[in-house]
């Protein structure tokens, strides 16, 4: 019988093929010293496709976290540094009289040239993953239908393990409508025969669970028709209840020690949940759209090896000192050696 192909989006100008002749050369690679990890400012096609001879197939988890097909150009605020011009300093003065400098592009021709940039770099991604390994695409509800399709045809539907929501709150909009309070993540296999990565991560009991079965596991106790009669608590401490796909965390406040005035910045308590779930310590965690280093200061605190990309200097920047916080040294090497050294 005939595999499914399955649905398909078409768009003029579609290949999701990366032609390196289209991209500028990587202008710098860090190389954490201890082959902790590596960064590297340029496009991240390039990168990507550069890392291939030797991270093809080594790769656990790589997170996406591209643009959202706004169609604004975002500015990062600067924060003032201490005197050896490396860690950020605290935070100081009211947001909006802050200087600015531009951190990256989200403006597009339509939405075709959006999937096509994206596709060219799911792609690339694919190839560097383990097969045990994941891919998390962050993208907002707008895209996250398109993208859902996109990720079908690269990977296959049958890749497809997850679609987490993360529900947050904030500031309440002005609108004719139900108040968007979430963004998407998906999640894809590189091969739904091969056993994942995965360390089962847990959500505390209710409190009408706690006040009835207390904090032990509970047991099912069956008839001999298989009907389940009733319940009871074995000695064993409960670690609560499995984890399910829609996640309440809260987004950083404009107070927040966490703050490092990057636009896109995400919230480390995301990131952790998800390198502890689907990475072990000393696998590598690759984020093509580093943008501000979350992921990698909690790939690396949690003591995975890193591999960020970013276009945006001010985002190298930003991520270079967030590491070096952590206590990372680095070397500056050229690309073709950076990820022999690194991995």
């Known amino acids: 019988m005939k595999r499914d192909e399955g649905v398909r989006l078409s768009w003029q100008g579609k290949t999701c093929v990366f032609d390196p002749a289209t991209a500028a050369p990587i202008q710098r690679v860090l190389v954490a010293q201890g082959g902790k990890g590596s960064l590297h400012l340029g496009d991240n096609r390039a990168a990507l496709a550069s890392m291939t001879p030797e991270l093809a197939g080594r790769v656990t988890l790589a997170y996406m976290d591209p643009p959202f097909l706004t169609n604004r150009a975002f500015e990062a605020i600067e924060r003032p540094v201490v005197e050896d011009g490396k860690r950020p300093a605290p935070r100081s003065g009211p947001l909006k009289t802050r200087p600015k400098k531009f951190a990256f592009d989200d403006r597009w021709s339509s939405r075709g ?38 990720c079908d045809e690269i990977f296959g539907d049958d890749a497809f393990a997850s679609e987490i ?44 669970t706690l006040a009835t079965w207390g904090t032990n596991k509970q047991r099912a106790v069956f008839e001999n028709d298989g009907r389940r009669s009733r319940s ?15 996640w309440e965390i809260g987004v950083l406040a404009p107070v927040s020690k966490e703050r490092t005035g990057y ?36 790939a690396a605190r949690l003591g995975r090896v ?25 070397d500056e090497v050229p690309s073709a050696r950076a990820v022999k050294r690194s991995a």
């Open 263 to 298: 636009p896109s910045q995400k919230p480390e308590a995301l990131l952790e949940r998800l390198v502890s779930a689907l990475s072990d310590p000393g696998d590598i965690v690759l984020d093509p759209y580093a943008g501000s280093g979350t992921t990698l200061a909690v």
């Open 165 to 208: 929501v993360w529900r947050y709150r904030r500031w309440p909009s002005k609108t004719p409508n139900f108040q968007r309070v979430h963004d998407v993540l998906l999640r894809y296999r590189k091969d739904p025969k091969e056993k994942p990565r995965w360390n089962q991560p847990y959500e505390p009991l209710a409190a009408s």
């Open 113 to 150: 040239e959006y999937l096509e940039a994206l596709g060219q770099r799911l792609v690339l991604v694919r190839e560097l993953l383990a097969p045990h390994g994941s891919v998390v695409v962050h993208v907002d509800p707008k895209t996250s239908h398109y993208v859902k399709v996109l």
């Open 232 to 246: 009871s608590t074995t000695e064993e401490a409960t670690k609560g209840v499995p984890m399910g796909d829609v």
């Open 306 to 330: 890193f591999v960020g990309c970013d276009a945006s200097e001010v985002a190298f920047d930003i991520a270079e000192r967030r590491l070096e916080a952590l206590g990372m040294r680095f």
